[in-house]
């Protein structure tokens, strides 16, 4: 799109920092200016010139081959707040997704925390499902539900057997498979739950500045373990057939609007379910 409409653009692969860029801030006569070379294209950027900023998954700078183990620490540590620094010099800019915000609202307990002050807020009748995320077993037992859905806190993937597995999508289990849970487990890594909710149908809905996309997944059509309990699981299964654009909800509308305006957010993505009991999750 950008090439279509004849706009000036500069990419920069941040995990490239050292290899494939020449960079120096300077400031000089009452007036800064960063400047950024691709040594592959030659392309130059001035950060004077730079109205908006669309930031996607920024990576840490990969280092260069040094064998002494301190001095690599020390290099990593000073490359990696200087990626920060050049990352939150253009907070300025009108910008999609923020350098500042987007990390600490990736915080599922500041989402919660937010989630619920602008349902009080609102007078809405929008839920959320009941969460514990805890090192103690006493407070699973105390907590647990009769079905509960297990998630991953941060971890993308793991080895097993020698294959990378994707645990991405939450996991169902029954109080009593809880069980095998142990109070030394807990100890070497905390666990996140919620109680698992009954669903009609699920809203996946992405909001661009104030506009709101809402897509309807009849999720409850897929298979058991390939969709039903989680929509994420359903590509291969069929995901596509279930799938539909409908009207968001103005009740969810209004949440949307204000929860983005709390946590500093002009782009984000939100899964609701519609539950059985005729109430949004």
Known sequence: HLQKNGDSYFRLNTES???????????????????????????????????????????????????????????????????????????????????????????????????????????????????????????????????????????DGLMLDDKLEIPFTSRKVSYENLNVITQEDLELCPSFMQEYVEKNYELRITAIGKKILCCKIDSQKLPKGNGREDWREGYEHGLSEVEEWVDCPVEIQVFISLYMQKMNLNFGCFDFIYAKNNSFY
């Open 17 to 155: 920092l050292l290899t494939d860029y020449l960079f120096s801030f300077t400031y000089k006569d009452q007036s800064t200016n960063l400047l950024i070379e691709n040594k592959r294209n030659g392309k130059i950027l001035s950060s004077n010139e730079v109205i908006s900023v669309w930031e996607r998954r920024p990576n840490s700078p990969v280092l260069p081959k040094i064998i002494n183990k301190k001095i690599k620490s020390v290099v990593e540590d000073e490359t990696n707040e200087l990626a920060k620094w050049i990352r939150h010099f253009f907070n300025d800019c009108r910008s999609i997704g923020s350098s500042v915000w987007d990390r600490p609202n990736e915080s599922k307990l500041r989402q919660m925390k937010m989630a619920i002050k602008t349902i009080n807020e609102l007078g809405s009748k929008i839920k959320l499902p009941h969460t514990l995320i805890t090192n103690s077993k006493k407070d699973i037992n105390h907590f647990a539900e009769k079905e509960m859905v297990l998630k991953p806190i941060s971890a």
